[in-house]
């Protein structure tokens, strides 16, 4: 008993680690992933931006929706200063249909989403990001051919109340990044949907 | 919510985090009540850290218990300023539910994934059997 217990464990840890993905100052991969207009989508298709909000994202999850207003308003305010929104859904739709490719569609449709809504079809981007929940933010900077991870986590501290929000962590890292500096705060938690793949 | 956390003696307490409208929290939510009946004569407690937005919770949470009858402890926390409290709950959180924490003391375990009944009962065995080695 005691050491098949330990191998659980073990695993548990060894699946922790692989889980990590990105960290902050790593370079990020760029990804060729099919937008919702049925146009491939990738960072190198932006030459003249300086950095990308990507926001790990989906249509099912309730946090999601409590954010996605505010995730429309980032990007109107930062695409024009070089940081536009990107988002990406990775989770599979054979676990949570509502998060297909045509669901998602119909809902950038919906919400007249104005920035790319990306399918990571067959969770390859996910891992390599190492995204855990929905909505998970990574603002990246442009450091030549390189696109540099500079936050991850949360949008703002307050996902119930837009209006009661005290430090809206993404916003700040990228007005950071505008003006040359680094963001002071480069790493937040928040409650989420964890992100659905087949077992 | 820090005193539901820092209780320190030889009790076993597993904390679960979860919500009604997390699809997995649902379909291990009668793992629980299944642990719960197993270590009822054993010092193991088990609370349910709700996490159900607060607007509407009769229509949500209130509702599923209702029809489940079910005999678990249920908090719901109301804390929108996460990135405080997910690391104190753990370090290793993402925030990503559902989440799993076993307590014994200052041994801890920690679950971010949809538990199994077999291995979590084995993780709360070992507990049990020896609650003092890390």
Known sequence: MKKITLVVTL???????????????????????????????????????KGFIVIFSCNHCPYVKAYEGRIIELHKKYEPLGFPVIAINSNDPEVVPEDSYDKMIEHAKEKKFSFPYLFDQGQRILPQYGAARTPHVFVLSKQGMEYRVEYIGAIDDNYKDASAVKEKYVENAVNALLAGKKPTVTETKAVGCSIKVKK | MESLFLRGNDTIYIYNFWATWCAPCIKEFPIFERAAKFYASKPVKFLMVSLDFPVGIDNSLILFLEARNSELDVVLVDDPDQNIWINKVNPQWSGALPATLIRCGKNTIFIEDPVDYEEHTQSVNKMIINPKTK
């Open chain 1, 11 to 49: 695993l548990l840890s060894t699946m922790f680690v692989m889980a990590q993905g990105l960290k902050v100052g790593d370079a990020a991969p760029d990804f060729r992933l099919k937008n919702v207009d049925g146009k491939m989508v990738s960072l190198a298709d932006y030459p003249k931006t």
